[in-house]
């Protein structure tokens, strides 16, 4: 399961880069806010459809429960679509060229980096602020590993 992980990401990166430069495109002689709200707009509705299709056809996968599978669905794949709310306009960016040159390895592993923390800070600002997503006994008793 977990070399088909890497598989299912490649794609879904794949087609958000399609679609994404099919969004900037069309707009291409559209205002420049006008091509920023389409854009973040595009990468939000692509970020919370693949999250949503994918906790959708994982919860068919043995080992998986859910205390609240409306709650999971709806309100889980938001917050797993924060991934890639971050993810997908950067993997977009490793194709482009910056000032007429292709980017090297180190400058795609610090991206790749400040990506991951960005991601990491925004799941922690939606558990500080937000919290989870049903009550239960053991959400509520936080990391057990740190009690």
Not at 42 to 50: D, G, I, K, Q
Not at 68 to 77: A, E, L
Request: charged residues 15%.
């Amino acid at each position: 399961m977990y070399l088909m992980t890497h598989a299912y990401f490649c794609l879904y990166h794949a087609v958000s880069n399609v679609l994404l430069r099919r969004v900037e495109s069309h707009l291409s002689h559209a205002p420049l806010q006008t091509r920023k709200v389409a854009r973040g707009l595009a990468v939000f509705l692509l970020s919370y459809a693949t999250a949503y299709m994918e906790t959708l056809t994982i919860s068919h996968f043995p080992y998986y429960t859910f205390i609240d599978r409306q709650k999971m669905y709806s309100i889980g794949s938001l917050f797993y679509a924060i991934y890639f709310f971050v993810s997908f306009p950067m993997f977009m960016r490793l194709d482009e060229e910056v000032a007429g040159r292709r980017w090297s390895l180190g400058e795609v592993a610090l991206d790749a980096l400040a990506a991951g923390m960005f991601v990491t800070l925004l799941l922690d600002t939606w558990r500080i602020a937000i919290g989870g997503i049903v009550d239960s006994p053991a959400a509520a008793a936080g990391l057990q590993w740190a009690a």
